[in-house]
T-cell receptor
Framework: EDQVTQSPEALRLQEGESSSLNCSYT??????LFWYRQDPGKGPEFLFT???AGEEKEKERLKATLTKKESFLHITAPKPEDSATYLC???????????FGSGTQLTVLP | EAQVTQNPRYLITVTGKKLTVTCSQN?????MSWYRQDPGLGLRQIYY???????DKGDVPEGYKVSRKEKRNFPLILESPSPNQTSLYFC?????????????????FGPGTRLTVL
């Protein structure tokens, strides 16, 4: 059974204070690891797909990295508008559906 | 505008009263899915569909039905709702990705349907 654990559950940062969110996973044959952002009262919004260990992707202040056991979402010089819940999900070779973690709720204070 | 729409957005109903939550997408996506989101449990997939007339169970299919008669629509049916189906429901759609064995990538999510079953 695929499992995803995200840490920390909640993170408060000052504007400009860089940090990283962690997504640890166990899966039988990773096909893909996904990051989504979810604002309160809205559906998740796609950020990144990573397919294999060593892969990295960037978008504005966000950078996602992947190893064989975990993924990190690095946030550089965050702004208040980066406040949201960040969700990680995996798709294993034995499954057709995504397994999501519980998310990290990020608050960036001005 | 590319979007996934869900209706209704909010629904309060009683145990046993059949209901349908509609989902429609205008992006010509093959892959569609339904999730429920509960505090502390994250998003869990209920059903998914890789194309018209092709549906399959996700992690938590009990008590739900779906159909995919048209590419754009993927309704979720609760034949006899129970209080444990009180939740926030999301529909999503995407194009299939060969690197994901045909599963959806870059899923577009709808705005959600908050369902309360009394």
């Amino acid at each position: 059974e695929d499992q995803v654990t995200q840490s920390p559950e909640a993170l408060r940062l000052q504007e400009g204070e860089s940090s990283s969110l962690n997504c640890s996973y166990t899966v039988s044959g990773l096909r893909g690891l996904f990051w989504y952002r979810q604002d309160p009262g809205k559906g998740p919004e796609f950020l990144f797909t990573l397919y294999s260990a060593g892969e990295e992707k960037e978008k504005e202040r966000l950078k996602a990295t992947l190893t064989k056991k975990e993924s990190f979402l690095h946030i550089t010089a965050p702004k208040p508008e980066d406040s949201a819940t960040y969700l990680c999900a995996v798709l294993g070779s034995s499954a057709r559906q995504l397994t999501f973690g519980s998310g990290t709720q990020l608050t960036v204070l001005p | 505008e590319a979007q996934v729409t869900q209706n209704p957005r909010y629904l309060i109903t009683v145990t046993g009263k059949k209901l349908t939550v509609t989902c429609s997408q205008n992006m010509n996506h093959e892959y569609m899915s339904w999730y429920r989101q509960d505090p502390g449990l994250g998003l869990r997939q209920i059903y998914y569909s890789m194309n018209v007339e092709v549906t399959d169970k996700g992690d938590v299919p009990e008590g739900y039905k779906v159909s995919r008669k048209e590419k754009r629509n993927f309704p979720l049916i609760l034949e006899s709702p129970s209080p444990n189906q009180t939740s926030l429901y999301f529909c999503a759609s995407s194009l299939p990705d060969a690197r994901l064995a045909g599963s959806g990538n870059e899923q577009f999510f709808g705005p959600g349907t908050r369902l309360t079953v009394l």
